[in-house]
Structure formats: structure tokens, C-alpha cells
């Protein structure tokens, strides 16, 4: 019982932090992490074999871990280092590409083919955020499509606010769609042995659909303000994409190395190579190539991001150890009662809710054994609850400005250049749309599933 309130409280005080944004995040998972091991396992459970498992070093011996040996998928607790790894070899070629200019080639190529019209430009933009996010970390691309959005503005007159809001929206919708698109889909995928074809033709299906509407949505919420533009310039002070690229090698090379991570995400069910396998890499080939510059690679990556991860989950490894976890899938099941139907709408609006306003990556790292715990004592298919903890994490934080990472940045860079996002404006947009995605995904479970 003391460890259970004790692996509680550190708990709840990893998450008060968080969201006090006091302490940066990566310190307050570490130390909480620390806390975990040396109160809860050390001293009130007296348990090596809790502290060995939550560290989980013998999974790199593991044949599993490097090549998919069988289908089950283990269900191990404790630090997930196949999502560390990949997250980490997914860094360092999206470091790369940004050396190599081709996001801002590829904004201002798009750009141009809608021969600078604002319309087609804020139409596209959202596309393509959405199709980036599903390969690529939402940070990365909201921060150069809002920094290329904000060039846009200057030389179009027109306000970037509307464009960025919908921008934020669309990368956090296509991050759903796939296992690498957002934090959360990597530790369910990982966690529970999902592919990247399980993922694009579950959850992402739903995505495709929501994408028409939010475009939609986000048209006639903002089809007059982006028609308000008071000048228009000549071809000839357009900016030419081409200037983007830094170096014709590198930006070759960094298209190739993307083009690879692709294919191999993509087939990795069939090939047997585990997200460990590829981001490993892909992190290696990107720092080979890049030659002189991989030290230079290797300083830009998010570190503090691996290290909260790290930390994050040997705090969830500890409620897992506890079994506070089963007794929060209790009180879910409890609620629903033999009702799934009414399960699924507690996971996934709960999930929507919580991640609108804390952190969506710990908050997916707690719910995975608890939906397992759920799937096992209501005999429900445990890929059923994983999509709609999917679907609730990464579409709650859009609804505001501080709900994910993306959000945070994209107001920031807007911020830098004097337009300001309030909480007022941000919401009054991606609230809504938030709502409307979280109900078509409900529908489209219950209607696919059930």
C-alpha cells in the first residue's frame, strides 16, 4: 500500500510540474524517475528484479528488439527503448534535411506552383503539414512552414494568424495517421506491436476523413480574412525556391535518406525490421553522409526530449509495478460496465480532454497498460482501444495553445514577428475543430469496429 501511494504521489508531482512549465520537463521526469527507483523500488518495495525491469537494459540482447522474430508483442514495462532509439535516428535526418534547405524549398516550391495565391496557398500549406507530420515530428514541421508562412505574409499582405492556426491544427491531425507521425503513436506502436500499416489503415483512415472537413471547417472560418490583401507584387520579387538549398549534394542525399526511412517504415511488418533497427539507421547513414557536418548534426539534437522520455517512463514502469494502473483500469471498466461502446467514449474523450491541457505524451504512456488491462478483463480487441487512445491524445492537444509541443512552437515563431496567438483567438478556431474530429473519430470506431 505505501509503495502504491508513495509511486502515486511522485506521480502526481511529475504532472503538476510539467504543467507549471517551472522546471524544464526532461529535469522533472529524471528526477522523478530517480525518486521512483531508490523510494518506491529501493526502499518500499525492496525489489532488484522491479529495478532491472523498469530499466529494461536486457531488451537490446533480445532478438526481438532488433528483428521481429514472431508476431506477439512483448509486453514488457519499464523504459521503451525502441521508441528512444527511433526517436532519436528520426532527429538526425530531419537535422539533416533542415541543413540541407528542403523544407523551406519545398513551402516555397508549393508556393509557387499556386503562383502565389493566398487561397490555394492556405489550402496546400495544410495539406502538406498534415502529409509531412506523418513522417516527420510536428515541431519540425510547423516551424519551418510557420516561419515560411510568416515570409509569405510580408510579400502577399496578407495575416499569417489564420494560416498558422490551421497549419498547428492540420501537422497535429496527419501525426495520428501514422506509428512515426506523433510521440504517442510511437510508444502504443512500440509498446503494443503495431506497424506502420496497422496505424495508416486505422487510424489512418480516420484522419483522411477528418483532413476534408477540418479543410472545409477551416475555409470558411478564414476564407475573408485571407482575401484581405491590400497589395500584390510582381513576379520578380517572388522568392525562388532553389535559393533554399544550402548544397545540391546534401539536399540529394537528404531526400534519399528520407525516401529510405519511408520504405522501410512502411514495410517494416513485412521485412521484420523493428522501429530500433530503422531509426538506428537512419541516424548512422545520416551522420555518414553528412561528413564534416555530423558533429555539427549531433549538437542540434533534442536532447532534453530523449532524456524526458527516458525518465517518463520508468515513473509509468513504477505505477505499472505498483498495479496502480489496474486499478484505474478498474474504476474505467466499472464506469462502462459491460457497455464497450460506452468504454470507448470514456478512453477517448478523456484522453481528448486530459491532453488539451497537460502533456499527450505521458499521458499515452500511462493509458497503454491500463487499455491492455481493460482489453484483457472485458475480452475487447486491444488495437480497438489502442486507435481510440490514439485518435484521443493526438487530436485533444490541438485544442489548445499549450495542449502539444507543435501548438507551443507555432505561436512562438508567429510571436517573434509580432502576430500574436492569445489563448482567446487560438481557441475560438481549434477548439471547435478539435470537437468535430474527436466525434467523427467516435463514429467512425463504433461504425468500423462494432
Given at each position: 500500500m505505501m509503495a502504491q501511494i508513495l509511486a502515486g504521489v511522485i506521480f502526481v508531482i511529475m504532472f503538476v510540474l510539467i504543467v507549471s512549465e517551472k522546471i524544464e520537463r526532461h529535469i522533472v521526469s529524471?528526477?522523478?524517475?530517480?525518486?521512483?527507483?531508490?523510494?518506491?523500488?529501493?526502499?518500499?518495495?525492496?525489489?532488484?528484479?522491479?529495478?532491472?525491469?523498469?530499466?529494461?537494459?536486457?531488451?537490446?540482447?533480445?532478438?526481438?528488439?532488433?528483428?521481429?522474430?514472431?508476431?506477439?508483442?512483448?509486453?514488457?514495462?519499464?523504459?521503451?527503448?525502441?521508441?528512444?532509439?527511433?526517436?532519436?535516428?528520426?532527429?538526425?535526418?530531419?537535422?539533416?534535411?533542415?541543413?540541407?534547405?528542403?523544407?523551406?524549398?519545398?513551402?516555397?516550391?508549393?508556393?509557387?506552383?499556386?503562383?502565389?495565391?493566398?487561397?490555394?496557398?492556405?489550402?496546400?500549406?495544410?495539406?502538406?503539414?498534415?502529409?509531412?507530420?506523418?513522417?516527420?515530428?510536428?515541431?519540425?514541421?510547423?516551424?519551418?512552414?510557420?516561419?515560411?508562412t510568416v515570409e509569405l505574409s510580408r510579400l502577399l499582405k496578407f495575416d499569417p494568424v489564420p494560416m498558422i492556426i490551421a497549419e498547428i491544427f492540420c501537422a497535429n491531425l496527419g501525426g495520428s495517421a501514422t506509428m512515426c507521425g506523433d510521440p504517442p503513436n510511437i510508444i502504443i506502436g512500440t509498446s503494443l506491436g503495431y506497424s506502420f500499416g496497422d496505424f495508416i489503415t486505422n487510424t489512418g483512415v480516420i484522419a483522411g476523413v477528418s483532413l476534408i472537413i477540418v479543410i472545409v471547417y477551416f475555409y470558411f472560418c478564414f476564407r475573408n480574412d485571407l482575401r484581405k490583401k491590400t497589395q500584390d507584387g510582381g513576379e520578380l520579387y517572388y522568392p525562388n525556391p532553389k535559393d533554399a538549398i544550402e548544397s545540391k549534394k546534401d539536399f540529394v542525399i537528404s531526400c534519399l535518406i528520407f525516401a529510405c526511412a519511408i520504405i522501410m517504415l512502411v514495410t517494416h511488418a513485412q521485412t521484420g525490421l523493428t522501429v530500433a533497427t530503422i531509426g538506428l539507421f537512419i541516424g548512422v547513414v545520416t551522420l555518414l553522409t553528412a561528413g564534416s557536418a555530423a558533429m555539427t548534426i549531433i549538437k542540434k539534437v533534442d536532447y532534453k526530449t530523449?532524456?524526458?522520455?527516458?525518465?517518463?517512463?520508468?515513473?509509468?514502469?513504477?505505477?505499472?509495478?505498483?498495479?496502480?494502473?489496474?486499478?484505474?483500469?478498474?474504476?474505467?471498466?466499472?464506469?462502462?460496465?459491460?457497455?464497450?461502446?460506452?468504454?470507448?467514449?470514456?478512453?477517448?474523450?478523456?484522453?481528448?480532454?486530459?491532453?488539451?491541457?497537460?502533456?499527450?505524451?505521458?499521458?499515452?504512456?500511462?493509458?497503454?497498460?491500463?487499455?491492455?488491462?481493460?482489453?484483457?478483463?472485458?475480452?475487447l480487441d486491444l488495437s480497438v482501444l489502442a486507435w481510440t487512445l490514439a485518435m484521443g491524445t493526438d487530436i485533444g492537444g490541438s485544442a489548445t495553445p499549450i495542449g502539444a509541443s507543435a501548438n507551443v512552437v507555432g505561436i512562438s515563431v508567429a510571436a517573434r514577428d509580432g502576430h500574436m496567438i492569445g489563448w482567446g483567438k487560438y481557441c475560438k478556431y481549434a477548439a471547435p475543430a478539435t470537437i468535430l474530429v474527436v466525434l467523427i473519430s467516435m463514429v467512425s470506431i463504433y461504425v468500423r469496429y462494432f
Open positions: 529524471l528526477m522523478c524517475g530517480g525518486l521512483m527507483i531508490v523510494l518506491v523500488f529501493g526502499i518500499c518495495m525492496h525489489s532488484p528484479d522491479a529495478i532491472m525491469e523498469t530499466l529494461s537494459l536486457k531488451s537490446f540482447m533480445t532478438t526481438n528488439f532488433w528483428y521481429q522474430v514472431n508476431e506477439s508483442a512483448e509486453s514488457s514495462t519499464g523504459i521503451n527503448w525502441a521508441t528512444i532509439i527511433f526517436i532519436a535516428g528520426m532527429m538526425l535526418m530531419v537535422e539533416g534535411m533542415g541543413r540541407a534547405g528542403f523544407f523551406r524549398w519545398l513551402c516555397l516550391g508549393i508556393a509557387k506552383a499556386v503562383r502565389y495565391q493566398t487561397i490555394p496557398i492556405f489550402i496546400t500549406f495544410m495539406v502538406m503539414s498534415s502529409v509531412l507530420a506523418m513522417f516527420i515530428d510536428s515541431i519540425t514541421v510547423i516551424l519551418f512552414l510557420a516561419a515560411v530523449i532524456l524526458f522520455f527516458i525518465g517518463l517512463f520508468v515513473v509509468v514502469g513504477g505505477l505499472e509495478e505498483t498495479r496502480i494502473l489496474e486499478l484505474i483500469a478498474g474504476a474505467i471498466s466499472k464506469a462502462s460496465g459491460d457497455n464497450t461502446m460506452l468504454m470507448i467514449a470514456i478512453v477517448l474523450w478523456v484522453s481528448a480532454v486530459a491532453s488539451a491541457f497537460v502533456d499527450n505524451i505521458p499521458f499515452a504512456a500511462t493509458m497503454i497498460p491500463v487499455i491492455r488491462t481493460l482489453a484483457q478483463a472485458q475480452g
